[in-house]
């Protein structure tokens, strides 16, 4: 049997992993409503610029508040791949 503490920072990790999960979906939905504009405009719906920009300011910002800049490139890679497959 596990001490409470544990069971408890088991508990609170579960709680920010479902947090995560619902940004990322509202993320999703997002990514939705910008290729419908994007669709209506005739634009490209993915933009490497963009993208290369993204992944420098998030590797930045992350750095910034002590997480590995190479975990949230891997991490904003896995986000644009699942946009590209929505194309």
């Given at each position: 049997m596990l001490p409470a503490?544990?069971?408890?920072?088991?508990?609170?990790?579960?709680?920010?992993?479902?947090?995560?999960?619902?940004?990322?979906?509202?993320?999703?939905?997002?990514v939705g409503a910008l290729f419908v504009k994007k669709r209506a405009?005739?634009?490209?719906?993915?933009?490497?610029s963009r993208e290369v920009e993204l992944l420098a300011e998030r590797?930045?910002?992350?750095?910034?508040?002590?997480?590995?800049?190479d975990l949230a490139e891997v991490i904003f890679r896995a986000i644009l791949e699942d946009s590209h497959t929505r194309t």
């Open positions: 503490d544990v069971h408890e920072t088991r508990r609170a990790l579960d709680e920010l992993d479902h947090a995560l999960l619902e940004l990322v979906a509202r993320r999703r939905a997002l405009l005739g634009l490209p719906l993915v933009d490497p590797r930045a910002y992350a750095a910034c508040h002590g997480i590995p800049a």
